[in-house]
């Protein structure tokens, strides 16, 4: 082949190449900027030069190469490609468009690699493929043109990369904005002022009770508006077109005709002429809100209502402790206005010895946040000072954060002055119950003495009485008359029963005064030592004695003795002349509520303990009168005694705290139970 032929089979591959490049900067330069110009070349892949030059001459010349029956298709390829891209833009769908751009620059690339094989292989085989003749002059301006094209592309390339990286950073912020909004709940809405069309996202058709619903158009969310709040609507609307933001709340109403509120919003865009084009924005249903509103005042005005007809001043105030509100009572009371009140404050009303502390105690309570609890005196609107007692708690929120503080203040003027006479009365009481105490403690003291006496002074007499009685009747026993014998045992029989009784006196005398020393004791040992004591009687009387295991306890151990001792001698003394006695002893622990006894604490475990004969009994009407001192229901002279055995019993158990009954019946014998407390010194 000449050299000639080899330059133009070069030169006419440069053709294609910016023909190539020039049908991609067309393709760009239409999906971005919109450049209008013929589309045959584009869209047809016969029409373009590289098509009538494939179609036209190369394919007829070289038809069997593979290679150019592959560059061919991708040809093809190519402007299919290109017209599918050009139909969606012209639907309107211009981010798919130009998002199509990246799948086309695949295929160009693909192209370009081709044509560079065949041509490479043609050359080699010095085959020319010659367009129509070019000059050599024609070549420089067909290099220069290829530059400049390349320079082009280089731009739109460059251009296109900058509105890709716009493109997906408003991508970012539209899905920003998007998230931002379903999360609200917000419906949306786009409306075209020129076209007149309106769209609405599936949430705002929602909002306005058409869920699921395609087909809703504007008119149908106009006519939801309530009738009695459409010029509501309507006026901003108007003042949108000037001022350029729309914000209204209005009414609507379902299908099912219930009422809902929303919160509308939008922005207007105008032209230059400041001619509105377009209006966007959105809506939001506050129906919850409206009616948690409502029956906050509906709740708030209850609330006044209630506290206006109450005769008690109620007041609230803010977490820092500032009053603002005050019910009808405080003016009633006061002859002051709420105005008067706010301007020169409610200290006003308090009384200045009152209102230093007043402040102190009530600024404590706010900045502790415990309730607030005074006394202070109010000035009526006569100028009287009247004694409140003033309360107020403070109201939280979920987390424990003061809301509010309510308060009250309650007339006690009345009652005030009753305690105040009611306290001087109990003062004047308990000087009185001091002078009485003294008069106590004398005579106690003076019954101590008298104890002394009785212990020394009163026995010695007795006991030369008996001994010189006894010393007569030794003596003089032969020369006695027989009524003088008799009143000599008389003489000696009496004054063993004073002796007696004086012991007796003593023994209850120091029950009552003796020092209280507890100590744990086993009460198994303690009746051990009384059945010791009373063996001789119990062996001559047969009685025949049965006992439970007793506890150990925390008690005065010879007071307990001296209770066993005298239990048991009343069921010896008064058991029946024909048949043994026979005694049980027995103990459990009880509640109170099951012990029967008036006194005892029911919710308190007591320990019983019981002594039962099969004696003589008593009439049960007799079962308290039995423990008091000097009580009798026999004769002296059908069984002995001083009548104050029980009287020491009962005082043992009070010493402690506890409780003692008896139960009988006359020939059914006697039961006596104590009850002491479990736990309790």
């Given at each position: 082949m ?8 070069q030169?006419n591959?440069?053709?294609a ?5 020039l049908f ?5 330069s239409?999906?971005?900027?919109g ?14 030069p590289?098509?009538?030059?494939l179609y036209g ?6 038809g ?5 029956h592959?560059?061919?298709m991708v040809h ?8 599918d891209l ?10 798919e ?11 160009a ?17 010095l085959?020319?493929?010659?367009l ?14 290829l ?5 082009l ?10 509105q890709?990286?716009?493109?997906n ?5 539209e ?10 709940n ?5 409306w075209?002022l ?5 769209f609405?996202s599936?949430?705002l058709k ?5 869920p699921?619903?395609e ?7 106009i ?6 709040d459409r ?9 949108s077109?000037v001022?350029?933001?729309l914000a209204?709340?209005?009414?609507i ?7 809902h ?11 230059p002429?400041?001619?509105p084009l ?5 809506v939001?249903?506050v129906t ?19 506290a206006?007809?109450?005769p ?7 977490p820092?402790g500032?009053?603002n509100?005050?019910?009808r009572?405080?003016?009633d ?7 008067q ?8 009303i ?10 102190r105690?009530?600024m404590?309570a706010v900045s ?7 006394e ?6 006569d100028?009287e000072y009247?004694w ?9 929120d979920?987390e424990?954060k003061?809301?509010m ?6 007339d006690?003027?009345d ?12 003062h ?10 003294e008069?106590l403690?004398?005579?106690n003291?003076?019954?101590e003495q008298?104890?002394?006496?009785a212990s ?13 009685a006894s ?7 032969h020369?006695?008359?027989d ?12 004054s ?16 009552n005064?003796?020092?209280?020393h ?7 040992e303690i009746?051990?030592t ?5 063996k001789?009687t119990?062996?001559?009387?047969e ?13 005065i151990?010879?007071?307990f003795e ?19 006695p ?5 103990y459990?622990?009880?509640k ?16 019983q ?13 007799y079962?308290?009168r ?6 009798r229901?026999?004769g002296r002279?059908e ?5 104050i ?5 009962k005082?043992i158990?009070?010493n ?14 006697a039961?006596?139970s104590?009850?002491?407390p479990?736990g309790v010194?």
């Amino acid at each position: 082949m000449p050299p000639e032929a080899n330059s133009n089979m070069q030169l006419n591959f440069q053709l294609a190449k910016a023909n190539h490049l020039l049908f991609n900067s067309r393709m760009r330069s239409l999906l971005y900027d919109g450049a209008a110009g013929p589309e045959s070349d584009i869209i047809y892949h016969y029409e373009c030069p590289v098509g009538k030059w494939l179609y036209g001459y190369v394919l007829s010349a070289f038809g069997n190469n593979p290679e150019m029956h592959e560059l061919e298709m991708v040809h093809r390829e190519l402007h299919i490609s290109a017209r599918d891209l050009v139909s969606l833009f012209k639907e309107g769908k211009t981010r798919e468009a130009r998002e199509g751009l990246a799948g086309l620059d695949t295929i160009a690339d693909r192209f370009v690699n081709l044509l560079q094989t065949v041509e490479d292989k043609l050359n080699k085989e010095l085959t020319p493929l010659l367009l129509p003749e070019v000059k050599s002059d024609e070549s420089f301006v067909l290099n220069e043109l290829l530059k400049k094209i390349e320079l082009l592309d280089q731009r739109i390339n460059i251009e296109v990369a900058e509105q890709i990286q716009a493109r997906n950073k408003f991508n970012e912020a539209e899905t920003s904005l998007r998230l931002a909004i379903e999360a609200a709940n917000l419906g949306t809405y786009d409306w075209n002022l020129e076209a007149s069309d309106f769209f609405s996202s599936s949430r705002l058709k929602e909002i306005f009770g058409f869920p699921g619903q395609e087909r809703v158009s504007h008119q149908d969310l106009i006519d939801s508006f309530h009738p009695d709040d459409r010029h509501i609507r309507e006026k901003a609307v108007k003042e949108s077109f000037v001022g350029g933001y729309l914000a209204y709340e209005i009414r609507i109403i379902w299908p099912d005709k219930t009422i809902h509120w929303i919160n509308v919003y939008g922005k207007v865009l105008h032209d230059p002429q400041q001619k509105p084009l377009r209006m966007y924005g959105t809506v939001m249903d506050v129906t919850l809100q409206k009616n948690a509103l409502e029956n906050l005042r509906e709740s708030e005005a209850r609330f006044r209502l209630l506290a206006d007809s109450m005769p008690q001043h109620i007041w609230t105030g803010d977490p820092d402790g500032n009053l603002n509100y005050f019910n009808r009572s405080v003016f009633d009371y006061s002859g002051l206005s709420m105005e008067q009140i706010l301007r020169e404050g409610w200290l006003q009303i308090v009384h200045p010895d009152d209102q230093a502390e007043n402040i102190r105690e009530w600024m404590e309570a706010v900045s502790s946040g415990d309730p607030f609890l005074f006394e202070h005196r109010f000035r009526r609107r006569d100028g009287e000072y009247r004694w409140q007692l003033s309360r107020a708690v403070p109201q939280r929120d979920d987390e424990g954060k003061i809301k509010m503080w309510v308060g009250t203040s309650t007339d006690i003027h009345d009652r005030k002055l009753l305690t105040d006479e009611l306290e001087s009365q109990v003062h004047q009481r308990v000087t009185e119950l001091k002078l009485l105490n003294e008069e106590l403690l004398r005579s106690n003291s003076e019954l101590e003495q008298f104890i002394y006496v009785a212990s020394h002074d009163l026995q010695e007499p007795l006991r030369k009485i008996q001994t010189f009685a006894s010393g007569l009747l030794e003596l003089e026993h032969h020369n006695l008359s027989d009524k003088g014998k008799d009143y000599f045992n008389r003489m000696q029989s009496a004054s063993a029963r004073m002796q007696q009784l004086i012991l007796d006196l003593l023994a209850f005398s120091r029950t009552n005064k003796a020092e209280k020393h507890f100590e744990s004791a086993d009460l198994n040992e303690i009746l051990s030592t009384v059945l010791e004591q009373l063996k001789e009687t119990i062996q001559h009387k047969e009685a025949v004695i049965k006992r439970s295991v007793l506890p150990t306890l925390k008690i005065i151990p010879y007071q307990f003795e001296q209770l066993f001792t005298n239990l048991i001698t009343n069921s010896l003394k008064f058991s029946k002349p024909s048949l043994p006695p026979q005694i049980e002893i027995s103990y459990r622990i009880i509640k109170g509520d099951e012990s029967g006894q008036e006194l005892a604490n029911p919710t308190m475990s007591y320990h019983q303990i019981s002594i039962r004969d099969n004696g003589i009994g008593f009439d049960p009407e007799y079962s308290e009168r039995i423990f008091q001192v000097f009580q009798r229901l026999h004769g002296r002279h059908e069984y002995t005694g001083t009548g104050i055995g029980l009287a020491i019993v009962k005082k043992i158990v009070e010493n402690h705290q506890g409780l003692i009954s008896a139960s009988s019946k006359p020939g059914e014998g006697a039961t006596f139970s104590v009850y002491i407390p479990a736990g309790v010194n």
